[in-house]
Nanobody
Framework: QVQLVESGGGLVQPGGSLTLSCVGSGFTFSNYDMTWYRQAPGKERELVALISPGDSIKYGDSMKGRFTISRDNAKNTVYLQMNSLKPEDTAVYYC????????????WGQGTQVTVSS
């Protein structure tokens, strides 16, 4: 079955940390750009972090220095380590896999809720 499954979300206090995981199955994970997006209520979806098959990395501006994306192709997993969390980081976090080879191949996970609150 071709799918992405996120985990690791939850409730955390401001200043705390969480690590999200996204496991892919049914496709050649190592060939895909893996991206974390997030969407807060009433706001547009925004890019959190991207990691390419060659480990090139891009972060959204508000995440730089606080979030770290990594991937383990042997485990078909991409991680998002989030530190110094703020209430404005509260959102549903989605995992995305994307590859272009003559056409676009794209998968989305179901999302995992992250709530930063005291």
């Amino acid at each position: 079955q071709v799918q992405l499954v996120e985990s690791g979300g939850g409730l955390v206090q401001p200043g705390g940390s969480l690590t999200l995981s996204c496991v892919g199955s049914g496709f050649t994970f190592s060939n895909y750009d893996m991206t974390w997006y997030r969407q807060a209520p009433g706001k547009e979806r925004e890019l959190v972090a991207l990691i390419s098959p060659g480990d090139s990395i891009k972060y959204g501006d508000s995440m730089k220095g606080r979030f770290t994306i990594s991937r383990d192709n042997a485990k078909n997993t991409v991680y998002l380590q989030m530190n110094s969390l703020k209430p404005e980081d509260t959102a549903v976090y989605y995992c995305n896999a994307r590859m272009f080879a003559f056409r676009l191949y794209e998968l989305w996970g179901q999302g995992t809720q992250v709530t930063v609150s005291s």
